[in-house]
């Protein structure tokens, strides 16, 4: 398996821009999580997905962002509008219920709002 | 709600030495998961050691061990025989164990660590 896929790897945006990140989690994994990292407050759960269905958003920043999951093998993030504060790197990772405690991380995307 | 504090944000060792991360969670839970990710420069997060709580032996693999102190609810990571691609940073993270039920990988800052020859 090539594991988990994010795009892109880089993105460099403006204020007030759209921004939408992808992932493609292992095959046969039942959870997505979306992680956010900065210096400041290092890794963060944003939002994880068990069978497609959103189990837990509660840290989810705040309207500007969402994230859907409409089959087993894609993931997006949406932020709308973009702010230079949402600058971070952005990790999916998914897991097995069956070894559930095994996160697999994708590569991340590191945005940049300018 | 669960934390995780690491309060060493930089450390340094020389190659081939031993070096020790330190790591505190605080919970009500009494079933959970400890580990710690390490991420080089490449961004790619790696599980370098996993400890289930229920277990006394404290959990190794090759180089790294950690020291698990359940009462006291710390979790340190030695790394011996340190190389210079240990050079990372390192994450203490937390998951409570709900039978099955996945739940929140909770991570520490992250400790700096830089190898040097």
């Known amino acids: 398996d090539a594991g988990v896929i994010q795009s892109p790897r880089h993105e460099v945006t403006e204020m007030g821009q759209e921004v939408t990140l992808r992932c493609k989690p292992i095959?046969?994994?039942?959870?997505l999580f979306w992680y956010r990292q900065t210096m400041m407050r290092g890794l963060e759960l944003l939002i994880y997905f068990n069978n497609n269905v959103p189990i837990d958003d509660s840290g989810m920043p705040e309207d500007r962002f969402s994230a859907k999951m409409p089959n087993a093998s894609f993931s997006t993030l949406k932020i709308q509008p973009s702010e230079p504060r949402d600058s971070a790197v952005y990790f999916c990772a998914s897991s097995f219920i069956l070894n559930n405690e095994k996160l697999f991380f994708g590569s991340g995307t590191q945005l940049s709002v300018l | 709600a669960q934390t995780v504090t690491q309060s060493q944000p930089e450390m340094s060792v020389q190659e081939a030495e031993t070096v020790t991360l330190s790591c505190t969670y605080d919970?009500?839970?009494?079933?959970?998961?400890l580990f710690w990710y390490k991420q080089p420069p490449s961004r790619q997060m790696i599980l370098v050691i996993r400890?289930?709580?229920?277990?006394?032996q404290n959990a190794t693999e090759n180089r790294f061990s950690v020291n698990f102190q359940k009462a006291a609810k710390s979790f340190s990571l030695k790394i011996s025989d340190s190389q210079l691609g240990d050079t990372a940073m390192y994450f203490c993270?937390?998951?409570?164990?709900?039978?099955?039920?996945?739940?929140?990988?909770?991570f520490g800052t992250g400790t700096l660590l830089a190898v040097q020859p």
């Open positions: 919970t009500s839970e009494s079933n959970y998961y």
């Open positions: 993270a937390f998951m409570a164990n709900y039978g099955g039920a996945t739940n929140k990988l909770i």
């Open positions: 400890q289930e709580a229920y277990k006394q």
């Open positions: 095959s046969g994994h039942d959870y």
